[in-house]
């Protein structure tokens, strides 16, 4: 990413929370993209509110961020998806991540 948003962690707090995002994954081939930036990119989007095309281009391409996106909100067996469970350990709710 070229430019800083007001909506991003930094890599120390990323570290925390990658395990759990990582888990969402099965290893199938290597990962071509940044987990970091994809993860930042859905954090803009859910505090702005933008529309998923209209996502800057500092961020990987907006069907990446969607794709993991998808990933990332499928429920797991004890009911709680993955990005439930990341925004929490970050400190905010789904609700609070998308004012």
Same mark, same amino acid.
């Given at each position: ?16 929370? &990658? /395990? ?9 081939? /290597? ?14 989007? #859910? ?5 998923? &095309?209209? #996502? /800057? %281009?500092?961020?990987?391409?907006? &069907? ?10 499928? %429920? ?13 350990k970050y ?9």
């Amino acid at each position: 990413m070229t430019q800083e948003y007001s909506t991003n962690i930094n890599r120390e707090q990323f570290e925390v929370i &990658r /395990p759990i995002l990582e888990a969402a994954r099965k290893k199938t081939k /290597p990962r071509q993209v940044d987990l970091y930036e994809v993860f930042s990119g859905l954090l803009y989007l #859910l505090k702005t509110g933008c529309q998923w &095309r209209m #996502l /800057p %281009k500092d961020f990987p391409k907006w &069907r990446t961020v969607h794709a993991y996106f998808q990933i990332w909100s499928e %429920k797991q067996e004890n009911g709680i998806s993955f990005l439930e469970e990341v925004l929490k350990k970050y400190g905010c709710s789904s609700e609070e991540a998308s004012r």
